[in-house]
Protein backbone atom coordinates (compact mmCIF):
# COMPACT_ATOMS: atom_id res chain seq x y z
CA UNK A 1 0.00 0.00 0.00
CA UNK A 2 1.36 3.44 -1.20
CA UNK A 3 -0.14 6.91 0.40
CA UNK A 4 1.65 9.89 -1.69
CA UNK A 5 1.21 13.38 -0.10
CA UNK A 6 2.59 16.15 -2.16
CA UNK A 7 2.99 19.18 -0.17
CA UNK A 8 4.58 21.79 -1.98
CA UNK A 9 7.00 23.58 0.21
CA UNK A 10 5.78 27.08 -0.93
CA UNK A 11 3.30 26.45 1.53
CA UNK A 12 5.63 27.12 4.80
CA UNK A 13 4.60 30.32 5.96
CA UNK A 14 7.44 33.15 6.31
CA UNK A 15 8.40 35.34 9.32
CA UNK A 16 5.73 37.78 10.22
CA UNK A 17 7.92 40.42 11.99
CA UNK A 18 9.86 42.32 9.19
CA UNK A 19 7.68 42.69 5.69
CA UNK A 20 5.51 39.79 5.58
CA UNK A 21 2.93 38.57 7.64
CA UNK A 22 1.20 35.05 7.27
CA UNK A 23 0.13 33.63 4.00
CA UNK A 24 -3.74 34.11 4.00
CA UNK A 25 -5.11 30.96 5.59
CA UNK A 26 -8.84 30.65 5.18
CA UNK A 27 -10.45 30.99 8.34
CA UNK A 28 -13.46 28.08 9.59
CA UNK A 29 -16.54 28.82 9.45
CA UNK A 30 -19.65 28.20 11.21
CA UNK A 31 -22.25 26.83 8.81
CA UNK A 32 -23.48 23.46 9.29
CA UNK A 33 -20.86 21.14 6.85
CA UNK A 34 -23.00 20.82 3.31
CA UNK A 35 -23.50 17.08 2.52
CA UNK A 36 -20.39 15.90 -0.27
CA UNK A 37 -21.09 17.29 -3.50
CA UNK A 38 -20.37 14.75 -6.39
CA UNK A 39 -20.11 15.65 -9.98
CA UNK A 40 -18.54 13.52 -12.80
CA UNK A 41 -15.86 14.97 -15.63
CA UNK A 42 -16.69 14.67 -19.43
CA UNK A 43 -16.00 15.47 -22.82
CA UNK A 44 -17.56 17.92 -24.85
CA UNK A 45 -20.19 15.56 -26.33
CA UNK A 46 -21.52 14.45 -22.89
CA UNK A 47 -24.78 15.48 -21.64
CA UNK A 48 -23.45 16.33 -17.75
CA UNK A 49 -20.49 18.61 -19.27
CA UNK A 50 -19.63 21.30 -16.79
CA UNK A 51 -20.01 25.21 -16.96
CA UNK A 52 -17.49 27.17 -17.72
CA UNK A 53 -17.18 28.75 -14.42
CA UNK A 54 -16.62 24.96 -13.04
CA UNK A 55 -14.06 23.92 -15.92
CA UNK A 56 -12.10 27.38 -15.24
CA UNK A 57 -8.70 26.09 -13.59
CA UNK A 58 -7.72 27.43 -10.37
CA UNK A 59 -4.89 29.51 -9.74
CA UNK A 60 -3.42 26.19 -8.43
CA UNK A 61 -3.76 24.95 -12.37
CA UNK A 62 -6.06 22.23 -11.34
CA UNK A 63 -8.67 21.94 -13.95
CA UNK A 64 -12.74 21.75 -13.52
CA UNK A 65 -12.26 23.00 -9.73
CA UNK A 66 -15.28 25.07 -9.07
CA UNK A 67 -14.99 28.41 -7.82
CA UNK A 68 -18.02 28.09 -4.98
CA UNK A 69 -20.31 25.41 -4.15
CA UNK A 70 -19.27 22.29 -1.94
CA UNK A 71 -15.92 22.61 -0.22
CA UNK A 72 -16.04 19.06 -0.24
CA UNK A 73 -16.52 16.81 -3.33
CA UNK A 74 -16.66 13.24 -4.96
CA UNK A 75 -15.69 13.13 -8.79
CA UNK A 76 -14.95 10.39 -11.66
CA UNK A 77 -12.31 12.37 -14.36
CA UNK A 78 -12.13 10.92 -18.02
CA UNK A 79 -8.29 12.02 -18.47
CA UNK A 80 -7.91 9.73 -15.01
CA UNK A 81 -10.13 6.75 -17.15
CA UNK A 82 -7.88 7.35 -20.53
CA UNK A 83 -4.66 7.35 -18.34
CA UNK A 84 -5.46 4.39 -16.09
CA UNK A 85 -6.72 2.33 -19.28
CA UNK A 86 -3.51 2.90 -21.41
CA UNK A 87 -1.52 1.81 -18.11
CA UNK A 88 -3.52 -1.47 -18.20
CA UNK A 89 -3.91 -2.04 -21.73
CA UNK A 90 0.12 -1.95 -20.88
CA UNK A 91 0.32 -4.50 -18.39
CA UNK A 92 -0.66 -2.98 -14.94
CA UNK A 93 -2.06 -5.68 -13.24
CA UNK A 94 -1.81 -4.72 -9.97
CA UNK A 95 -4.44 -6.24 -7.32
CA UNK A 96 -6.85 -7.47 -10.64
CA UNK A 97 -8.19 -10.19 -8.81
CA UNK A 98 -9.68 -7.89 -6.04
CA UNK A 99 -10.58 -4.80 -8.60
CA UNK A 100 -14.16 -3.72 -9.35
CA UNK A 101 -15.68 -5.72 -12.36
CA UNK A 102 -15.83 -2.52 -14.24
CA UNK A 103 -11.59 -3.12 -14.73
CA UNK A 104 -11.86 -6.25 -15.74
CA UNK A 105 -15.08 -5.17 -18.37
CA UNK A 106 -12.98 -2.59 -20.13
CA UNK A 107 -9.75 -4.68 -20.39
CA UNK A 108 -11.86 -7.25 -22.09
CA UNK A 109 -13.05 -4.55 -24.78
CA UNK A 110 -9.99 -3.22 -25.15
CA UNK A 111 -8.74 -6.72 -26.44
CA UNK A 112 -11.53 -6.85 -28.73
CA UNK A 113 -10.82 -3.54 -30.26
CA UNK A 114 -7.34 -4.48 -30.71
CA UNK A 115 -7.84 -7.61 -32.11
CA UNK A 116 -9.76 -5.97 -34.78
CA UNK A 117 -7.56 -3.07 -35.64
CA UNK A 118 -3.91 -3.31 -37.42
CA UNK A 119 -4.04 0.89 -36.33
CA UNK A 120 -4.72 0.26 -33.06
CA UNK A 121 -2.43 -2.03 -32.37
CA UNK A 122 0.10 0.14 -33.53
CA UNK A 123 -1.24 2.73 -31.66
CA UNK A 124 -1.01 0.40 -28.27
CA UNK A 125 2.46 -0.44 -28.96
CA UNK A 126 3.65 3.12 -29.53
CA UNK A 127 1.81 3.38 -26.09
CA UNK A 128 3.39 0.66 -24.57
CA UNK A 129 6.95 1.19 -25.47
CA UNK A 130 6.87 4.97 -23.63
CA UNK A 131 5.34 3.55 -20.76
CA UNK A 132 7.94 1.01 -20.41
CA UNK A 133 10.79 3.58 -21.19
CA UNK A 134 9.75 5.78 -18.35
CA UNK A 135 8.77 3.03 -15.53
CA UNK A 136 10.54 3.65 -12.06
CA UNK A 137 11.64 1.13 -9.84
CA UNK A 138 8.93 1.87 -7.48
CA UNK A 139 5.16 0.75 -8.26
CA UNK A 140 4.02 3.38 -6.22
CA UNK A 141 5.77 5.94 -8.05
CA UNK A 142 5.89 4.64 -11.21
CA UNK A 143 1.83 5.35 -10.87
CA UNK A 144 1.67 8.13 -9.03
CA UNK A 145 3.40 10.15 -12.02
CA UNK A 146 0.57 9.05 -14.69
CA UNK A 147 -1.97 10.29 -11.73
CA UNK A 148 -0.75 13.70 -10.92
CA UNK A 149 -0.79 14.52 -14.86
CA UNK A 150 -4.10 13.54 -15.28
CA UNK A 151 -5.46 15.99 -12.76
CA UNK A 152 -3.89 18.43 -15.56
CA UNK A 153 -5.05 16.86 -18.65
CA UNK A 154 -8.22 18.24 -20.35
CA UNK A 155 -10.59 15.27 -21.25
CA UNK A 156 -10.76 13.75 -25.00
CA UNK A 157 -10.77 14.23 -27.38
CA UNK A 158 -8.27 16.86 -26.90
CA UNK A 159 -5.60 15.44 -23.37
CA UNK A 160 -4.13 17.93 -23.69
CA UNK A 161 -2.42 20.27 -20.47
CA UNK A 162 -4.97 22.62 -18.99
CA UNK A 163 -2.47 24.64 -17.87
CA UNK A 164 1.53 25.34 -18.68
CA UNK A 165 4.05 22.76 -17.77
CA UNK A 166 5.97 25.45 -15.09
CA UNK A 167 2.92 25.07 -12.99
CA UNK A 168 3.05 21.43 -13.02
CA UNK A 169 4.53 18.75 -10.56
CA UNK A 170 8.04 17.60 -11.78
CA UNK A 171 6.72 13.79 -11.61
CA UNK A 172 4.09 14.77 -14.23
CA UNK A 173 6.20 16.61 -16.30
CA UNK A 174 8.28 13.36 -16.48
CA UNK A 175 5.64 11.28 -19.15
CA UNK A 176 3.50 14.29 -20.25
CA UNK A 177 5.02 13.26 -23.80
CA UNK A 178 2.54 10.25 -23.69
CA UNK A 179 -0.44 12.32 -24.28
CA UNK A 180 0.04 12.88 -28.20
CA UNK A 181 0.29 8.57 -27.55
CA UNK A 182 -2.91 8.87 -25.26
CA UNK A 183 -4.85 10.95 -28.48
CA UNK A 184 -4.18 7.99 -31.04
CA UNK A 185 -4.87 5.45 -28.77
CA UNK A 186 -8.16 6.90 -27.67
CA UNK A 187 -9.08 7.29 -31.47
CA UNK A 188 -8.03 3.84 -32.71
CA UNK A 189 -9.91 1.81 -30.03
CA UNK A 190 -12.83 4.33 -29.52
CA UNK A 191 -11.97 4.78 -25.43
CA UNK A 192 -13.97 7.54 -25.60
CA UNK A 193 -16.83 5.65 -26.11
CA UNK A 194 -15.98 3.38 -23.64
CA UNK A 195 -16.08 6.05 -20.55
CA UNK A 196 -19.38 7.19 -21.78
CA UNK A 197 -20.47 3.44 -22.16
CA UNK A 198 -19.12 3.23 -18.67
CA UNK A 199 -20.54 6.27 -17.17
CA UNK A 200 -23.65 4.87 -15.58
CA UNK A 201 -21.43 2.29 -13.60
CA UNK A 202 -19.25 4.81 -12.72
CA UNK A 203 -22.01 6.65 -11.08
CA UNK A 204 -23.53 3.97 -9.27
CA UNK A 205 -20.20 3.80 -7.41
CA UNK A 206 -19.89 7.48 -6.74
CA UNK A 207 -23.42 6.64 -5.08
CA UNK A 208 -22.17 4.15 -3.39
CA UNK A 209 -19.84 5.68 -1.75
CA UNK A 210 -21.20 8.96 -1.09
CA UNK A 211 -22.74 8.38 2.04
CA UNK A 212 -20.06 6.50 3.61
CA UNK A 213 -17.69 9.41 2.66
CA UNK A 214 -20.48 11.92 3.93
CA UNK A 215 -20.80 9.99 7.47
CA UNK A 216 -16.54 9.86 7.64
CA UNK A 217 -16.43 13.46 7.20
CA UNK A 218 -19.20 14.46 9.70
CA UNK A 219 -17.96 12.24 12.09
CA UNK A 220 -14.27 13.03 12.33
CA UNK A 221 -15.90 17.01 12.15
CA UNK A 222 -18.30 15.83 15.14
CA UNK A 223 -15.32 14.63 16.84
CA UNK A 224 -13.11 17.83 16.26
CA UNK A 225 -16.21 20.22 17.14
CA UNK A 226 -15.58 21.71 13.34
CA UNK A 227 -17.97 22.64 11.52
CA UNK A 228 -17.11 23.60 7.71
CA UNK A 229 -18.88 25.85 5.34
CA UNK A 230 -19.36 25.67 1.80
CA UNK A 231 -16.07 26.61 -0.35
CA UNK A 232 -13.68 28.96 1.11
CA UNK A 233 -10.67 28.75 -1.00
CA UNK A 234 -9.87 25.24 0.15
CA UNK A 235 -11.14 21.82 -1.28
CA UNK A 236 -10.60 18.72 -0.10
CA UNK A 237 -11.62 16.12 -3.32
CA UNK A 238 -12.14 12.55 -3.77
CA UNK A 239 -11.67 10.96 -7.34
CA UNK A 240 -12.84 8.01 -8.01
CA UNK A 241 -11.07 5.29 -10.41
CA UNK A 242 -11.74 1.56 -10.72
CA UNK A 243 -8.83 0.92 -13.10
CA UNK A 244 -6.39 1.53 -10.64
CA UNK A 245 -5.58 -0.69 -7.64
CA UNK A 246 -7.53 -0.92 -4.79
CA UNK A 247 -4.47 -1.43 -2.34
CA UNK A 248 -3.15 1.70 -3.79
CA UNK A 249 -4.39 5.37 -2.20
CA UNK A 250 -2.67 8.97 -3.74
CA UNK A 251 -3.14 11.55 -1.99
CA UNK A 252 -2.06 15.00 -2.81
CA UNK A 253 -1.64 18.73 -1.37
CA UNK A 254 -1.68 21.32 -4.60
CA UNK A 255 -1.60 24.75 -2.30
CA UNK A 256 -5.45 24.63 -0.95
CA UNK A 257 -6.57 21.68 -2.92
CA UNK A 258 -6.42 18.12 -1.12
CA UNK A 259 -6.90 15.66 -3.47
CA UNK A 260 -7.71 11.88 -3.22
CA UNK A 261 -7.41 9.59 -6.10
CA UNK A 262 -8.84 6.16 -4.92
CA UNK A 263 -10.30 2.81 -6.77
CA UNK A 264 -13.04 0.57 -5.19
CA UNK A 265 -12.66 -3.25 -4.90
CA UNK A 266 -14.83 -5.81 -5.86
CA UNK A 267 -17.70 -6.02 -3.74
CA UNK A 268 -17.02 -8.50 -0.81
CA UNK A 269 -18.95 -10.01 2.25
CA UNK A 270 -17.19 -9.52 5.74
CA UNK A 271 -17.45 -11.77 8.39
CA UNK A 272 -20.13 -10.12 10.16
CA UNK A 273 -22.10 -10.74 7.04
CA UNK A 274 -22.31 -6.95 6.15
CA UNK A 275 -20.63 -5.50 2.77
CA UNK A 276 -16.98 -4.81 3.07
CA UNK A 277 -16.59 -0.99 2.14
CA UNK A 278 -15.57 -0.59 -1.47
CA UNK A 279 -13.03 1.84 -0.59
CA UNK A 280 -9.83 2.66 1.86
CA UNK A 281 -11.89 4.78 4.04
CA UNK A 282 -9.40 4.92 6.82
CA UNK A 283 -7.08 6.06 4.09
CA UNK A 284 -9.42 8.97 2.66
CA UNK A 285 -9.62 10.53 6.12
CA UNK A 286 -6.09 10.64 7.34
CA UNK A 287 -5.85 13.12 4.22
CA UNK A 288 -8.90 14.50 5.07
CA UNK A 289 -7.21 14.80 8.88
CA UNK A 290 -4.27 16.86 7.14
CA UNK A 291 -7.12 18.81 5.36
CA UNK A 292 -8.56 20.10 8.77
CA UNK A 293 -5.28 19.86 10.95
CA UNK A 294 -2.67 21.50 8.35
CA UNK A 295 -4.03 25.26 8.64
CA UNK A 296 -4.15 25.20 11.90
CA UNK A 297 -0.82 23.98 12.67
CA UNK A 298 1.00 25.92 9.68
CA UNK A 299 -0.52 29.08 11.39
CA UNK A 300 1.81 28.66 14.44
CA UNK A 301 4.47 27.57 11.93
CA UNK A 302 7.18 30.59 13.10
CA UNK A 303 6.18 29.93 16.51
CA UNK A 304 7.58 26.56 16.86
CA UNK A 305 11.00 26.95 17.11
CA UNK A 306 10.95 26.17 20.98
CA UNK A 307 9.98 22.80 19.85
CA UNK A 308 13.32 22.34 17.65
CA UNK A 309 15.04 20.38 20.59
CA UNK A 310 11.88 17.81 20.37
CA UNK A 311 14.12 16.75 17.12
CA UNK A 312 16.95 15.54 18.57
CA UNK A 313 15.21 12.22 20.20
CA UNK A 314 13.99 10.93 16.66
CA UNK A 315 17.15 10.84 14.97
CA UNK A 316 17.47 7.43 16.06
CA UNK A 317 14.06 6.67 15.15
CA UNK A 318 13.22 4.68 11.74
CA UNK A 319 11.46 7.55 10.37
CA UNK A 320 12.18 9.29 7.24
CA UNK A 321 14.46 12.19 6.55
CA UNK A 322 11.24 14.60 6.72
CA UNK A 323 9.99 14.20 9.86
CA UNK A 324 13.20 14.02 11.37
CA UNK A 325 14.11 17.32 10.08
CA UNK A 326 11.30 19.38 10.19
CA UNK A 327 9.05 20.15 13.29
CA UNK A 328 5.99 21.18 11.62
CA UNK A 329 5.82 18.18 9.42
CA UNK A 330 6.63 15.77 12.47
CA UNK A 331 4.13 17.70 15.26
CA UNK A 332 1.27 17.38 12.14
CA UNK A 333 1.64 14.02 12.04
CA UNK A 334 1.89 13.09 15.34
CA UNK A 335 -1.12 15.50 16.06
CA UNK A 336 -3.36 13.86 13.35
CA UNK A 337 -2.10 10.10 14.93
CA UNK A 338 -3.37 11.00 18.24
CA UNK A 339 -6.87 11.36 16.84
CA UNK A 340 -6.57 8.64 14.62
CA UNK A 341 -5.94 6.45 18.05
CA UNK A 342 -8.49 8.08 19.74
CA UNK A 343 -11.13 7.53 17.17
CA UNK A 344 -10.03 3.76 15.99
CA UNK A 345 -12.08 0.89 15.93
CA UNK A 346 -11.51 -1.23 18.69
CA UNK A 347 -12.62 -4.15 17.59
CA UNK A 348 -14.98 -4.47 20.75
CA UNK A 349 -18.96 -4.31 20.18
CA UNK A 350 -20.22 -1.32 22.19
CA UNK A 351 -22.73 -2.13 24.70
CA UNK A 352 -26.69 -1.48 24.28
CA UNK A 353 -28.76 -0.39 26.83
CA UNK A 354 -31.65 -3.33 27.35
CA UNK A 355 -35.04 -2.62 28.35
CA UNK A 356 -36.14 -5.02 30.61
CA UNK A 357 -38.53 -3.13 32.92
CA UNK A 358 -36.61 -2.64 35.57
CA UNK A 359 -34.75 0.88 34.83
CA UNK A 360 -32.68 1.03 38.31
CA UNK A 361 -31.40 -2.39 36.96
CA UNK A 362 -30.92 -1.37 33.21
CA UNK A 363 -28.93 1.45 34.08
CA UNK A 364 -26.48 -0.48 36.46
CA UNK A 365 -26.07 -3.46 34.18
CA UNK A 366 -25.56 -0.64 31.29
CA UNK A 367 -22.75 1.68 33.10
CA UNK A 368 -21.19 -1.57 34.10
CA UNK A 369 -20.67 -2.53 30.49
CA UNK A 370 -19.87 0.69 29.81
CA UNK A 371 -17.23 0.86 32.09
CA UNK A 372 -15.57 -2.30 31.25
CA UNK A 373 -16.03 -1.46 27.19
CA UNK A 374 -14.04 2.11 28.11
CA UNK A 375 -11.27 -0.04 30.02
CA UNK A 376 -10.71 -2.40 26.99
CA UNK A 377 -11.13 0.08 24.95
CA UNK A 378 -8.42 2.39 26.48
CA UNK A 379 -5.76 -0.62 26.49
CA UNK A 380 -6.42 -1.36 22.74
CA UNK A 381 -5.69 2.74 22.11
CA UNK A 382 -3.21 2.66 24.36
CA UNK A 383 -1.07 -0.09 22.67
CA UNK A 384 -2.06 1.73 19.54
CA UNK A 385 0.04 4.82 20.72
CA UNK A 386 2.85 2.80 22.16
CA UNK A 387 3.18 1.67 18.84
CA UNK A 388 3.27 5.27 17.39
CA UNK A 389 6.00 6.06 20.01
CA UNK A 390 8.34 3.42 19.28
CA UNK A 391 7.54 4.29 15.21
CA UNK A 392 8.94 7.42 15.97
CA UNK A 393 5.94 9.55 16.13
CA UNK A 394 7.27 11.37 19.99
CA UNK A 395 4.64 13.63 20.54
CA UNK A 396 1.55 10.99 19.61
CA UNK A 397 1.24 10.69 23.63
CA UNK A 398 1.26 14.28 24.67
CA UNK A 399 -1.56 15.24 22.12
CA UNK A 400 -3.99 11.14 22.74
CA UNK A 401 -3.53 13.06 26.72
CA UNK A 402 -4.54 16.61 25.20
CA UNK A 403 -7.54 15.39 22.84
CA UNK A 404 -8.99 13.40 25.99
CA UNK A 405 -8.89 16.29 28.25
CA UNK A 406 -10.56 18.49 25.27
CA UNK A 407 -13.08 15.81 24.53
CA UNK A 408 -14.26 16.35 28.59
CA UNK A 409 -13.93 20.06 28.13
CA UNK A 410 -16.15 19.53 25.17
CA UNK A 411 -14.01 22.24 22.99
CA UNK A 412 -13.10 22.23 19.50
CA UNK A 413 -9.69 21.46 18.12
CA UNK A 414 -9.52 25.36 16.64
CA UNK A 415 -9.67 26.44 20.26
CA UNK A 416 -7.82 24.54 21.65
CA UNK A 417 -4.72 24.24 19.24
CA UNK A 418 -2.65 26.81 20.85
CA UNK A 419 -2.86 26.01 24.20
CA UNK A 420 -1.58 22.56 22.81
CA UNK A 421 0.89 24.29 21.43
CA UNK A 422 2.40 26.40 23.15
CA UNK A 423 1.71 25.16 26.55
CA UNK A 424 3.87 22.12 25.83
CA UNK A 425 6.57 21.62 28.59
CA UNK A 426 8.97 21.23 25.73
CA UNK A 427 11.72 19.97 28.36
CA UNK A 428 9.32 17.53 29.91
CA UNK A 429 8.33 15.98 26.21
CA UNK A 430 11.99 15.94 25.18
CA UNK A 431 13.20 13.75 28.57
CA UNK A 432 10.31 10.95 28.02
CA UNK A 433 10.85 10.87 24.19
CA UNK A 434 14.75 10.14 24.96
CA UNK A 435 13.34 6.94 27.16
CA UNK A 436 12.24 5.94 24.04
CA UNK A 437 13.38 2.28 22.88
CA UNK A 438 12.34 3.14 19.07
CA UNK A 439 12.17 0.08 16.42
CA UNK A 440 15.29 -0.66 14.23
CA UNK A 441 16.01 1.23 11.15
CA UNK A 442 14.02 -0.13 8.04
CA UNK A 443 10.94 -1.50 9.94
CA UNK A 444 7.89 -1.17 9.03
CA UNK A 445 6.67 2.60 11.07
CA UNK A 446 3.38 3.26 10.04
CA UNK A 447 3.67 6.33 8.51
CA UNK A 448 2.66 7.84 4.69
CA UNK A 449 5.10 8.22 2.17
CA UNK A 450 4.94 12.60 2.03
CA UNK A 451 6.45 14.10 -0.88
CA UNK A 452 7.15 17.94 -0.67
CA UNK A 453 6.78 19.38 -4.28
CA UNK A 454 7.98 22.74 -4.90
CA UNK A 455 5.45 24.74 -7.05
CA UNK A 456 6.42 28.09 -8.51
CA UNK A 457 4.95 30.42 -6.27
CA UNK A 458 2.05 32.45 -8.77
CA UNK A 459 -0.51 35.21 -7.75
CA UNK A 460 -0.07 36.44 -4.45
CA UNK A 461 2.36 34.34 -3.39
CA UNK A 462 4.69 35.58 -6.00
CA UNK A 463 4.08 39.36 -4.96
CA UNK A 464 4.82 37.99 -1.43
CA UNK A 465 7.94 36.47 -2.31
CA UNK A 466 8.61 39.11 -4.83
CA UNK A 467 8.44 41.85 -1.80
CA UNK A 468 10.70 39.84 0.10
CA UNK A 469 13.49 40.26 -2.38
CA UNK A 470 13.16 43.64 -2.61
CA UNK A 471 11.48 43.95 -6.05
CA UNK A 472 8.93 46.57 -4.81
CA UNK A 473 7.75 46.83 -8.58
CA UNK A 474 6.89 43.32 -9.73
CA UNK A 475 4.90 42.95 -6.08
CA UNK A 476 3.09 46.19 -6.81
CA UNK A 477 1.75 44.75 -10.64
CA UNK A 478 0.77 41.05 -9.24
CA UNK A 479 -1.16 42.81 -6.28
CA UNK A 480 -3.18 45.14 -8.20
CA UNK A 481 -3.94 42.27 -11.03
CA UNK A 482 -4.97 40.35 -7.89
CA UNK A 483 -7.56 43.31 -7.51
CA UNK A 484 -9.32 43.12 -11.14
CA UNK A 485 -10.03 39.87 -10.39
CA UNK A 486 -13.23 39.50 -8.44
CA UNK A 487 -12.30 35.98 -7.28
CA UNK A 488 -8.47 36.92 -5.86
CA UNK A 489 -8.04 37.47 -2.23
CA UNK A 490 -8.70 41.44 -2.44
CA UNK A 491 -7.86 41.65 1.41
CA UNK A 492 -4.38 40.10 1.23
CA UNK A 493 -3.37 42.09 -2.16
CA UNK A 494 -4.53 45.24 -0.49
CA UNK A 495 -1.73 44.08 2.72
CA UNK A 496 1.08 43.74 -0.04
CA UNK A 497 0.13 47.04 -1.76
CA UNK A 498 0.50 48.70 2.19
CA UNK A 499 3.81 47.10 2.88
CA UNK A 500 4.89 47.99 -0.60
CA UNK A 501 4.09 51.44 0.04
CA UNK A 502 5.88 51.57 3.54
CA UNK A 503 8.95 50.62 1.75
CA UNK A 504 8.61 53.62 -1.15
CA UNK A 505 7.94 56.26 1.99
CA UNK A 506 3.89 56.83 0.89
CA UNK A 507 2.50 56.89 4.35
CA UNK A 508 -0.54 58.67 3.39
CA UNK A 509 -1.16 55.60 0.79
CA UNK A 510 -0.23 52.74 3.47
CA UNK A 511 -2.83 54.26 5.61
CA UNK A 512 -5.33 53.35 2.86
CA UNK A 513 -4.45 50.48 1.91
CA UNK A 514 -4.76 48.53 5.13
CA UNK A 515 -7.81 50.41 6.34
CA UNK A 516 -9.15 48.78 3.12
CA UNK A 517 -7.35 45.18 4.45
CA UNK A 518 -9.20 46.05 7.77
CA UNK A 519 -12.42 46.33 5.79
CA UNK A 520 -12.49 42.66 4.12
CA UNK A 521 -9.80 40.56 5.95
CA UNK A 522 -11.03 37.38 8.04
CA UNK A 523 -7.29 36.59 8.66
CA UNK A 524 -7.12 37.04 12.36
CA UNK A 525 -3.03 37.66 11.72
CA UNK A 526 -3.82 39.95 8.84
CA UNK A 527 -6.00 41.77 11.17
CA UNK A 528 -3.64 41.72 13.98
CA UNK A 529 -0.56 43.16 12.34
CA UNK A 530 -2.35 46.23 9.76
CA UNK A 531 -3.60 47.54 13.38
CA UNK A 532 -0.16 47.65 14.09
CA UNK A 533 1.25 48.85 10.99
CA UNK A 534 -1.34 51.80 11.20
CA UNK A 535 -0.52 52.34 15.39
CA UNK A 536 3.00 52.93 14.04
CA UNK A 537 2.65 55.26 10.77
CA UNK A 538 0.19 57.41 13.36
CA UNK A 539 3.11 57.10 15.86
CA UNK A 540 5.51 58.70 13.30
CA UNK A 541 3.21 61.14 12.35
CA UNK A 542 2.67 62.38 16.06
CA UNK A 543 -0.98 61.28 15.91
CA UNK A 544 -0.58 59.31 19.35
CA UNK A 545 -4.50 58.97 20.61
CA UNK A 546 -5.03 57.08 17.06
CA UNK A 547 -1.92 55.09 17.23
CA UNK A 548 -2.89 53.48 20.52
CA UNK A 549 -6.17 52.29 19.50
CA UNK A 550 -4.85 50.76 17.06
CA UNK A 551 -2.26 48.73 19.34
CA UNK A 552 -5.44 48.14 21.39
CA UNK A 553 -7.35 46.74 18.20
CA UNK A 554 -3.80 44.17 17.40
CA UNK A 555 -4.59 42.86 20.58
CA UNK A 556 -8.54 42.21 20.63
CA UNK A 557 -7.90 39.97 17.47
CA UNK A 558 -7.97 36.59 17.79
CA UNK A 559 -4.24 36.32 16.40
CA UNK A 560 -2.84 33.93 19.18
CA UNK A 561 1.08 34.26 18.63
CA UNK A 562 3.66 35.91 20.68
CA UNK A 563 5.31 38.43 18.48
CA UNK A 564 1.71 40.00 17.93
CA UNK A 565 1.30 40.57 21.46
CA UNK A 566 4.95 41.91 21.93
CA UNK A 567 4.67 44.22 19.35
CA UNK A 568 1.10 45.77 20.17
CA UNK A 569 1.99 45.95 23.95
CA UNK A 570 5.58 48.23 23.07
CA UNK A 571 3.27 50.25 21.08
CA UNK A 572 1.26 51.27 24.21
CA UNK A 573 4.14 51.40 26.27
CA UNK A 574 5.86 54.14 23.98
CA UNK A 575 5.22 55.66 20.68
CA UNK A 576 7.38 53.82 18.32
CA UNK A 577 10.02 55.71 16.39
CA UNK A 578 12.44 55.19 13.59
CA UNK A 579 15.90 54.69 14.32
CA UNK A 580 18.18 57.19 13.32
CA UNK A 581 20.57 56.12 10.74
CA UNK A 582 24.68 57.55 10.98
CA UNK A 583 27.22 58.20 8.79
CA UNK A 584 28.67 54.83 6.90
CA UNK A 585 32.38 53.95 9.03
CA UNK A 586 34.32 54.39 5.72
CA UNK A 587 35.48 58.29 5.53
CA UNK A 588 34.79 57.91 1.48
CA UNK A 589 31.32 57.17 1.69
CA UNK A 590 28.43 59.54 1.84
CA UNK A 591 26.71 59.69 4.98
CA UNK A 592 22.92 57.96 5.56
CA UNK A 593 20.56 60.54 5.12
CA UNK A 594 17.16 59.83 7.47
CA UNK A 595 15.52 61.68 4.10
CA UNK A 596 16.73 58.83 1.72
CA UNK A 597 15.86 55.24 4.02
CA UNK A 598 13.05 53.42 3.44
CA UNK A 599 9.99 54.32 4.99
CA UNK A 600 9.86 51.23 6.85
CA UNK A 601 7.60 51.11 10.17
CA UNK A 602 7.01 47.47 9.69
CA UNK A 603 9.97 46.23 12.75
CA UNK A 604 12.68 45.60 11.33
CA UNK A 605 14.84 47.76 13.56
CA UNK A 606 12.07 47.27 16.23
CA UNK A 607 14.75 46.93 18.89
CA UNK A 608 16.37 49.68 18.12
CA UNK A 609 13.03 52.10 17.56
CA UNK A 610 12.33 50.59 21.68
CA UNK A 611 15.40 50.82 23.11
CA UNK A 612 15.77 53.18 25.76
CA UNK A 613 17.95 55.99 25.32
CA UNK A 614 21.27 56.11 27.04
CA UNK A 615 22.13 57.76 30.89
CA UNK A 616 24.05 60.33 31.03
Request: glycine content about 4%; hydrophobic content about 40%.
Amino acid sequence: MALFIQIPTARRFLGPALLIAALGLSSFGQAPMPPVQTQSSSSSSSSNEPTAEQSAPKSSGLPRLEAGGSAITLETSEPLFALATALNTCGYDTDLASSNPIRLRVRGQINEALAASAPARDSRDALCAYIREHTLNDPGLNIAQYVSLALYVTPAPEFTTAVDQTEMPPDSTQVVNILPLLRTFNETVHLHALWVEHRPEYEALVNQIHDPLTKMVLDTNIYLHMPVSSYDGRRFLVLLEPMLAPSAINARIYASDYIVVTSPSAPQIGPSGQPRPLVRMDEIRHTYLHYMVEPLIYARAVAMDRLLPLLKPVQDSPLDFAHKSDIVALLTECLIKAIEAQTMDVGIARPKRVDTGNQRMDASRFDEEMSSYNRQAEITRRKTVDLDMRQGWVLVQYFYDQLTTMQKDGISLKDNIAEMVYGMDVEHERHRDAQIVFLPPGSNTGQDSIRRVAQPPTGLRLAQLKLLQGDIASAQELAEKALTDPTADHAQANYILAQSELLEREPDDAIMHFAEVLKTSKDPRTLAWSHIYLGRLYDIQSERPKAIEEYKAALATRDSRPDTKTAAEAGLKQPFALPKREAMPNATSAPASDDNAPFDPSGKAEKEAYKPAPKP
